[in-house]
Nanobody, 127 residues
Framework: QVQLVESGGGLVQAGGSLRLSCAASGRTGSSYVMGWFRQAPGKEREFVATIIWTGISTYYADSVKGRFTISRDNGKNTVLLQMNSLKPEDTAVYYC????????????????????WGQGTQVTVSS
């Protein structure tokens, strides 16, 4: 089992920045892939970004490329999501996810790729 705890959400004005953190505990390891998804009210859960635990590969949704950066701190079993130039449409609950399977550009955006999920943290961007 893997436990995931997100933090760092909040209220920010458009154009501002936030950094989300996801702390993993339990049976973590180098084989894990870690990702971020988000879900706005009335919408389906949407892929944001993912990183292979070794940090070799990262994948981003087109909507956040150039604005968001995913990174990891293996020593702390933590994954970070730096969000810059935030827009009102980025408002959502952001979820951290972890998986043990092989990740490809095709499989990275699929929620089924991930086995474990955090509780989520709210990000609100005001216009």
């Amino acid at each position: 089992q893997v436990q995931l705890v997100e933090s760092g959400g909040g209220l920010v004005q458009a154009g501002g920045s936030l950094r989300l953190s996801c702390a993993a505990s339990g049976r973590t390891g180098s084989s894990y892939v870690m990702g971020w998804f988000r879900q706005a009210p009335g919408k389906e859960r949407e892929f944001v970004a993912t990183i292979i635990w070794t940090g070799i590969s990262t994948y981003y949704a087109d909507s956040v490329k150039g604005r968001f950066t995913i990174s990891r701190d293996n020593g702390k079993n933590t994954v970070l999501l730096q969000m810059n130039s935030l827009k009102p449409e980025d408002t959502a609950v952001y979820y951290c996810a972890a998986g043990t399977g092989v990740v490809t550009p095709r499989s990275a955006p699929r929620p089924a790729t991930y086995d474990y999920w955090g509780q989520g943290t709210q990000v609100t961007v005001s216009s």
